[in-house]
Structure formats: structure tokens, C-alpha cells
């Protein structure tokens, strides 16, 4: 890749991932001033059960497509094996769903009903762009049309929230749901459908299940941990108390934004001759200075939101528990530069591996954890449950990250190593981080 080509892409990247997660992290900061404090809960929780059970729901084929496309094989042959599943999926997603928000919430079904649309939508949305529209690169066609999706929400919600004055967490999800069943609508009207051609590869399902399913395993993990908290939050608490945490998850959606930024800036880089240790070396000075600005300035930074009217005064009471989740999240920044390096370069067996360990260190231990301080500590436990989560996770990523950090320097350019052939033929495990931060 060409000096001006990969500046360009990285350019773009970065302007859309920091515009999305901006506009996401002011919608929010707009609903906890207008929603009263129990209805902004409802809507935060169904928002994270919403990006969870979606990302479940596509079973990894957004993140999978890309790859074996990339690699000559078959859209046919994918859509054949993973289309077969989808309609099995949406029936098993609604029933986890159900029973996630009866077990957390109880009765409140008419939150669930919204929640349960924008969930089978987003579903059905990542599935279309992943077929028809997501064989380039991912910052290109794909990511255009989630980019335009998240961009008509966002301005619809500040339309709403202005004109209609809305009150409700229910309103807020179901224009969401509108939104994206608009949006599979007109992009299904402009597809081109894809035909078998006779040069490529049809795609073995054993290559699914050893390679595009430890990607999806990963992701998973990823989700739960950001999840787990909340589900306890809402389940051993009440909607209040389950608010004033969401909130202080709002304000530390910069490190998880900062986060996804770093690994969609690596991966064209990785393509390059980079230093490593030196990309290392800055993401642990930012996190380490990050993470201290927040722990020092976050009690004025609230109290100013508070005396302008932009606040809640009721969210004051989440500023202790900022404070906590700013040390565990500032450790995204390091596990950008770590993940990307690892996804890039790793083998499937090694992604399988960091799958178990960040499995036993992320929803197993967050699930013990989480029920055991939250019970003792309350709002504070879940907050120190989190980041424990999140520091062994970016010390598992980095582990597995040192050797790459070792054999690359300015000086000598390392392709990514071949995994197993198939064939005959060596693959280059070339992937995009799939952590989905945001």
C-alpha cells in the first residue's frame, strides 16, 4: 500500500469511528438530561442487551465474510452455510432475550417489545451488508452503510428529543427500530445480486468453525464483559441505582471510543513496517495520563454539567463509581495495540487459545465477581468488578502480543505468518480487530 493511499484510509477511518461514537456519546448525555433517571436506565439497558444479543444473532458472518472473501472464497458458499442458521438464531436470540429481561427487570414487557425489534433489525441489517455489501475493504462500503445508519438515528433522536420533548425509553427504541427496518428497506432495493463465479473457492465449514468462530468467540467475550455489570446492577439493585451506574458508563465511553479509534488506525498500519514497542510505549502513557485526568477533574466536570442545567442532579451520586471504571477502562488503550497485533498475525489455534484464557478471565470471573461485590458494595462493587475484568483481559492480549512486539522493528519488515493449508495452499491470517469497543 502506497504512503498516501494508507493515509487516506486511515484518515477516513478515524473520522467516522470518532463522529459515530461522538454523536452516540452525546445522544446519551441528551437522554439522561431529558429522561428521568429510571426511564434513561431502561433505555441504557436494553441499548447494551440490543448491541449483545445482535452481535450473537449474526453468529460472526459480518466479521467472517470479509476475510474469506478477501481469500478467494465463494459468497455462495458462505451464505450457504450461514443463512441456514440465521433463521434458527432470531427465534433462540428472542428467547434468551426474554428470559434475560424477566430474570433482570421482571415484568416490563413493553421495553422488551421495542428492544426485541431493534435487536432482530440489527440482526438482519449487519446480515445484508455482510453478503451484499461488505466485500471490501471493511472501512469502505459496509462500514458506509452502518456509518449512514448510526448517522439518521442520531439525527433523528436530537429531532425528537427537541421537537417532541419525549419522556419515555420506549419511544427512543422504537424510533431506532424504525430506523433500521427503513434502512434494510431502501439498501435491499439497490443490491446487485452476487453470482457463483467459477474462480473461487468453496468454502470448507470446518474453516468456519476453526477460524471464523474464534473470531466470533472472541467478540462474545468482549460483549459480556461489557454487559455483566449491569445485568447484577439491574438484577440484585432497583432501576435508580441502575441508572446512576449507566451513566457513569456514559462518561467513560471516550476510552472505549479512543479504544476502537486505535484499532482501526493499526490495522493499515500492521500492513506496513512499524515499531511496535514504540505504539506500545504511547498507549500505556496515554492510558496511564488519561486515566488520571479522569480520577482528578471528573468531580468538576460533573458539577459544571450539573449548575449549567446540562445535568441530571441525580447523576452526582455516579461520580465515585467514574472514578473507578476510569483506571479499568484506560487499559483499552493498551488492549487496542495488543488485539489488533494478535488478530493480525496470530494462527487459529492461538486465537482459540486467548479465546479460553480471556473466557475463564473475562465472563466467568466477571460473573463471580460481579455477584459477590455488588451484593457487598453495591454500585462500587460492580465498578471494581469491571476493571479487574478489563485489566486481565489487556494483560492476556498483551502476553500473547510480546513475541510481535520482539521480531518487529524499522529495520526488518515481519509478514504475518501462514496458518494451516488448505489445499495446498497457505492462508495469511490477515484480520480486523472484531472487540467492537463501542
Known amino acids: 500500500m502506497k504512503n498516501a493511499t494508507m ?35 431502561l433505555f441504557d439497558y436494553a441499548y447494551g442487551l440490543i448491541t449483545l444479543f445482535a452481535f450473537v444473532g449474526t453468529l460472526g458472518l459480518p466479521y467472517m465474510t470479509v476475510r474469506f472473501v478477501s481469500q478467494g472464497y465463494s459468497p455462495e ?3 450457504s452455510h450461514f443463512f441456514s442458521i440465521i433463521k434458527f438464531s432470531v427465534p433462540l436470540v428472542a428467547l434468551g432475550f426474554l428470559g434475560l ?10 421495553t422488551l417489545l421495542f ?13 445484508y451488508l455482510a453478503v451484499f455489501k461488505g466485500f ?56 446487485r445480486r452476487l453470482s457463483l463465479a467459477a474462480h473461487v473457492k468453496g468454502i ?47 462518561f467513560v465511553i471516550p476510552f472505549a471510543l479512543l ?24 498507549a500505556c502513557i496515554a492510558a496511564i495520563g488519561i486515566g488520571a485526568l479522569y480520577f482528578l477533574l471528573i468531580d468538576e466536570v460533573i458539577g459544571f454539567l450539573v449548575h449549567s442545567g446540562l445535568l441530571n442532579a441525580g447523576y452526582l451520586a455516579s461520580v465515585p463509581a467514574i472514578k473507578i471504571l476510569s483506571l479499568g477502562f484506560s487499559t483499552l488503550l493498551i488492549y487496542a495495540v495488543s488485539a489488533s497485533t494478535v488478530i493480525y498475525s496470530a494462527s487459529r489455534t492461538q486465537l482459540w487459545k486467548i479465546f479460553g484464557w480471556t473466557l475463564f478471565f473475562g465472563p466467568v ?17 460492580a465498578a471494581y468488578a469491571t476493571d479487574i475484568c478489563l485489566f486481565l483481559r489487556a494483560l492476556v492480549w498483551t502476553v500473547f502480543a510480546v513475541p510481535y512486539f520482539r521480531l518487529r522493528s524499522r529495520a526488518v519488515a515481519l509478514p504475518p505468518p501462514t496458518t494451516e493449508a488448505v489445499h495446498g495452499e497457505s492462508e495469511r491470517t490477515m484480520a480486523k480487530s472484531s472487540s467492537g469497543a463501542l
Open 259 to 282: 479504544c476502537h479509534v486505535i484499532e482501526t488506525v493499526m490495522y493499515p498500519y500492521l500492513k506496513e513496517n512499524v515499531n511496535l514497542k514504540k505504539v506500545m510505549r504511547s
Open 77 to 79: 458458499s458462505i451464505k
Open 365 to 381: 470471573l466477571g460473573i463471580v465477581l460481579n455477584y459477590l461485590f455488588v451484593k457487598r458494595w453495591g454500585l462500587l462493587g
Open 115 to 127: 428492544a426485541l425489534l431493534c435487536t432482530i433489525g440489527l440482526i438482519v441489517f449487519n446480515q
Open 101 to 110: 429481561w424477566h430474570l433482570t427487570l421482571g415484568g416490563d414487557y413493553s
Open 204 to 250: 470448507r465449514r470446518n474453516r468456519l468453525l476453526t477460524y471464523g468462530l474464534s473470531m466470533f468467540a472472541l467478540g462474545v467475550n468482549g460483549e459480556l464483559i461489557r454487559n455483566i455489570d449491569k445485568i447484577f446492577v439491574a438484577r440484585l439493585l432497583d432501576l435508580k441505582q441502575l441508572g446512576i451506574y449507566s451513566a457513569a458508563l456514559v
Open 136 to 191: 471490501k475493504e471493511y472501512v469502505t462500503t459496509g462500514f458506509r452503510y452502518r456509518t449512514l445508519m448510526v448517522a439518521a438515528f442520531l439525527i433523528l433522536s436530537f429531532v425528537v428529543l427537541g421537537v417532541l420533548k419525549v419522556r419515555s425509553a420506549q419511544a427512543v427504541l422504537l424510533l431506532f427500530s424504525l430506523i433500521l427496518f427503513l434502512f434494510i428497506l431502501l439498501t435491499g432495493l439497490g443490491h
Open 7 to 41: 493515509a487516506k484510509s486511515i484518515v477516513f477511518s478515524y473520522f467516522w469511528v470518532l463522529a459515530v461514537g461522538l454523536g452516540i456519546f452525546v445522544l446519551k448525555l441528551s437522554l439522561m438530561k431529558q429522561l428521568p433517571v429510571e426511564e434513561y436506565a
